[in-house]
């Protein structure tokens, strides 16, 4: 979760479960295949911090990702009779949010670098409003869910020789969350039998954290043109403060009255997900050809649960690890133009728990992208993106509620841009 001044809007996750990559123009071009050795500017620190050391100049890079996703939720449907039972056929949400970022290095001599930088890893807003009409499961399962991240990076890598950096730095996360769920106005209440879904738990959770991570890097210079590179990012738990409501309302007089069970608690914990990545780099000798790698695993089964200060439990999520594979080409056409493709897999983090608030799938990410040199010290970077993901069948089950069944797919469309100066 994340606010600050520097705004990133959130969207839903363009990977697994609320993962964002979109840490820069230049990585989208290549579907982030060999980002965390490529080092063609200062964004690589969000990647691996040993890197850093592959500059000869001080660096500076920022741009802005803009993510248009569209999340289709069809067969929408339900236990009993209306107004349970299925409402309409099909629904969508829609988003378009800009997610900006900020590098810059330092080289104090041939052997050492600094680094600061402000990106996200994590977010996803999807709200179930009156676009959904009458269906009130989908409203009380789907609610609002949103979740925003801004990584505040500080690194230093040093060069031990010719052939080996390493590099490392602390992560400041700090996030900002919306967690609602609550009876429909149309649930009809009769005056004297409790309704089902008038029983519905009610969360109500508006709040803010801050937590302390770290990261830790390697890259191994086989030659100029062959290069290896080994990060780690250890993401912490952020314990968000705020209003934090949860527990039953019943329903009595045609109208809903919260109980005395329905608690306010300090705050809650959204646990993050750690990751490693091993990426290459290979310029194929006598030409203009580079080919470049990556593959990631991301830690998403630490997200087991959300849960109070006092251990009480909002919501089970039972996620799965998870991984991405990704494989580019770059084409260095002339001394000015740089041309990049990519394509990556990414896995899931939802297991045998799924839902409509977090649509979740395998994906798949076509891309390409340039980037323009001119004056020597300046570059401008394009990136394109389309996310494809897959029909997912949802089922969800709540001991006070009929369950709601639904099929959920999520794509996206991502563009960005990145400027960079070498000095």
Known sequence: MAVSSLTLASTQATAAGFQLNSQSATGLGRAFAGDAVIADNASVMARNAAAMTLFDTHQFSGGVNV????????DIGGAGSPPYGVQEANANNSANSPVPNIYYIHRLNDK??????????FGTTNNFDDSFGNNNLAKVYGGTTEISSINYTLNVAYRINEQWSVGGGLDIVDGSGKLKRETSPLTPSPGGPVDPIGQQAVVDIDASGIGYGFNLGTVFELNENNRFGLAYHYSPAVEASGTVK??????????TVPIASQQSYDHVTLPLPSMVEFSGYHKLEDTKFAVHYSLQWIGWSVFDKIETNDN??????????????AL????YLNDAWTLRA???????AQDQLTSISV????????SFGAGYHFKKHHTVDLGFTYLMGQDVSVTEVNPLAPDLTATTRANAILAGIQYSYSF
């Open 67 to 74: 993510i248009s996703s569209s999340i289709d939720i069809k």
């Open 246 to 255: 949860f527990g039953p309302n019943l329903t009595a007089g045609g109208g």
């Open 312 to 325: 009480t439990l909002i919501k089970e999520y039972n996620w799965k690890d998870g991984y991405h594979v």
């Open 328 to 331: 580019g080409g770059t084409y």
């Open 342 to 348: 990519g394509y990556m897999y990414d896995t899931a």
């Open 359 to 366: 649509p979740d799938s395998d994906r798949h990410w076509f």
């Open 112 to 121: 050492w670098a600094l680094g600061a930088g402000i990106y996200s890893n």
